[in-house]
Each structure stands twice: as structure tokens, then as C-alpha cells.
């Protein structure tokens, strides 16, 4: 079993930043990919990006230039900076990884972007 646990989020202005970090434990053997998607009230789960073992990322194009993704493969975690952020950032943000077959979620962390 393998557990994701984010961190990270809360609330923040109108153009200011902010790190969440994920980081996965428990029986891992290969985690393939990381990646973190986000939830707004109302809508669907979308994507925010991605990240492979090998360090390759790819990104939803309303976050290219803004979002960051990084990863430490020696700590199992992965990393979103979020910079310039708006108003409609505000969603519950998500982390997952496919490890081995499997594909695990974290708990979520909120994101609120407001004045």
C-alpha cells in the first residue's frame, strides 16, 4: 500500500505564490510518474501537470509559465510552484502517482486565492 500526503496549501493574495509538496510512502517499488491535478467547486478534476522518473514534465496550457513541477526521486516527493496566482486557482489540489501498476491519490490540500 502507498499513501500520498500533500501539504502545503491555504490562502493567498492575488498574485502571490505558493509550494505544495506530496510525498509518497509505504511499499513503493517504481513510482512511473507523479503529477498533481486540482478540483474547483462545480467542476471536474483537471489536470495541472505531470512529472516522469526521469524528470520529463508536461503541463495544462492555463499553467505553463505559472506552475512549476519538480520532483526528488530520492524522497519519493513532488513538488508544484505556483507563482502569479488568480482568483481562479482556488480549487482542492491533488497529487498522484502510478507506482508499479497502481495508481494512488493523496488526501488533497486546498488552494484559496483571494483578497
Known amino acids: 500500500q502507498v499513501q500520498l500526503v500533500e501539504s502545503g496549501g491555504g490562502l493567498v493574495q492575488p498574485g502571490g505564490s505558493l509550494r505544495l509538496s506530496c510525498a509518497a510512502s509505504?511499499?513503493?517499488?517504481?513510482?512511473?510518474?507523479m503529477g498533481w491535478y486540482r478540483q474547483a467547486p462545480g467542476k471536474e478534476r483537471e489536470l495541472v501537470a505531470i512529472i516522469t522518473s526521469a524528470g520529463n514534465a508536461n503541463y495544462a496550457d492555463s499553467m505553463k509559465g505559472r506552475f512549476t513541477i519538480s520532483r526528488d526521486n530520492a524522497r519519493n516527493t513532488v513538488y508544484l510552484q505556483m507563482n502569479s496566482l488568480k482568483p481562479e486557482d482556488t480549487a482542492v489540489y491533488y497529487c498522484?502517482?502510478?507506482?508499479?501498476?497502481?495508481?494512488?491519490w493523496g488526501q488533497g490540500t486546498q488552494v484559496t486565492v483571494s483578497s
Open positions: 498522484d502517482a502510478l507506482v508499479g501498476t497502481r495508481l494512488y
Open positions: 509505504g511499499t513503493i517499488s517504481v513510482i512511473y510518474y
